[in-house]
């Protein structure tokens, strides 16, 4: 059973479309990521949650939200998806008492905005 | 402006030789840094790492190499299998900044048979 689960791992949608990706992870971290991966760009931070109360906006927030529903569950949500949306969409986690900074990934999540 | 580099997009190299990949950064702040690796269709996993107070980390067939002076860190896969064959991500952290990765673009790894 994977660690960190993405739903869905395909969507094609509209251009004005609300979309939510979500995020669930059963390793028990505090700590929770949302990367956006374009080809030639690698993987840009999103939103980054350290814990439920927590949220933050990282390198490329605009045109995003997020939601923390519980330590498990982190969702991303695109509330009016435009082509330049299009990527692959990864979620990671990490513990905080993991000095290492290790992050652990989700299978991505391949969206399209036609 | 792209605080972390890998100027290669792309690598190949014979079964049983050496992989050198390259990642540059400009950020002082960087303190630890991460090699991670892709395979298609799937996220990226940890690879190995090294702090900013080493400038060697070895694990196995991986080895990763620090030059804090020239801010430049390679990765060397000896020998290179038909299995390492995948995109490698370098990403740095700064200590204070709890957790944030910055990534560099990807450099895809060809192992040939």
């Known amino acids: 059973d994977a660690d960190v689960t993405q739903t869905p791992r395909n969507r094609i949608t509209k251009t004005g479309k609300r979309i939510m990706l979500e995020c669930s992870q059963t390793?028990?971290?505090?700590?929770m990521y949302w990367y956006r991966q374009d080809p030639g760009l690698g993987l840009r931070l999103i939103y980054y949650?350290?814990?439920?109360?927590?949220?933050n906006k990282g390198e490329i927030s605009d045109g995003y939200s997020v939601s923390r529903q519980a330590q498990a569950k982190f969702s991303l949500s695109l509330e009016s998806a435009i082509p330049n949306q299009t990527a692959l969409y990864f979620c990671a986690t990490s513990d905080p008492r993991d000095h290492t900074d290790t992050q652990y990934f989700g299978p991505g999540t391949r969206l399209t905005v036609l | 402006d792209q605080q972390v580099k890998q100027n290669s997009p792309s690598l190949s190299v014979q079964e049983g030789r050496i992989s050198i990949l390259n990642c540059d950064y400009t950020n002082s702040m960087f303190d630890y840094f991460l090699w991670y690796k892709k395979y298609p269709a799937e996220g990226p996993t940890f690879l190995i790492s090294?702090?900013?107070?080493?400038d060697k980390n070895e694990d196995g067939r991986f080895t990763v190499f620090l030059n804090k002076s020239a801010k430049h860190l390679s990765l060397h896969i000896v020998p290179s299998q038909p299995g390492d064959s995948a995109v490698y991500f370098c990403a740095a952290s700064e200590g204070t900044s709890g957790s944030r990765l910055t990534f560099g673009e990807g450099t895809q790894l060809t192992v040939n048979p």
């Open positions: 390793k028990g971290h505090d700590r």
């Open positions: 949650s350290f814990d439920v109360k927590d949220i």
């Open positions: 090294i702090s900013s107070i080493k």
